[in-house]
């Protein structure tokens, strides 16, 4: 078909259309060819140029725009702070000032090593001035210990017991081999047990 061919056509076309209908040319194909026009009748819309639905809240939020939500009346006069906001500020800043200073002494190298001294230093005098606070703690630690240890030799001693009657998995078999372990070390705990009460 040529393209007065064509022009003939859409024009015969246009002639026979009634109220409200419209005429849609033709269209090239991607291999070159050309589609027959199409002519819509009145009142129909077609799918591509159906409108997106979209609900009244976002398009009452296209209409907003940044104004903000409704109600919403930005003062231009910005109010006063309170009190707790002006302390909460300047909690804040000491914060901050805090972390730059720390952060300042770990990066100079002068003020590490003697800042590993210092912390040196008062680790020594913390261990000489030990109280019996803290050996009290000990001995809390070790009773616990053994406590600890007796249970898991009770439990594995009855384990054994049972290891005659049926076949034991890994775990099983595992805390079987560390029974003498247990044992040794459960002697050593209360050894040292006796030697923080004499002493």
Known sequence: MSDEERKKQIEELTKTLKEGERLVGPTRRPDGTLRKPIRIRAGYTPQDEVAIYQPKPAL???EMGSA???GYNP???ARPRTKSVKRNEKKKEKRLQAAIEKDK???GGASEDSGKKESLEALNSQV???SLEDST???QDIDKRIRTLKKKIRLTEA???KSVEQDLNPEQLEKLAKLEDWRKELKQLEDEKA???VS
Do not use: H, R
């Open 60 to 62: 009452l939020k296209k």
């Open 68 to 70: 903000g939500p409704p």
């Open 75 to 77: 003062d231009p006069v």
């Open 105 to 107: 002494n770990l990066e």
């Open 128 to 130: 000489n001035n030990l």
């Open 137 to 139: 703690q000990q001995g």
């Open 159 to 161: 384990l054994e017991q």
């Open 195 to 197: 030697e923080t009460t």
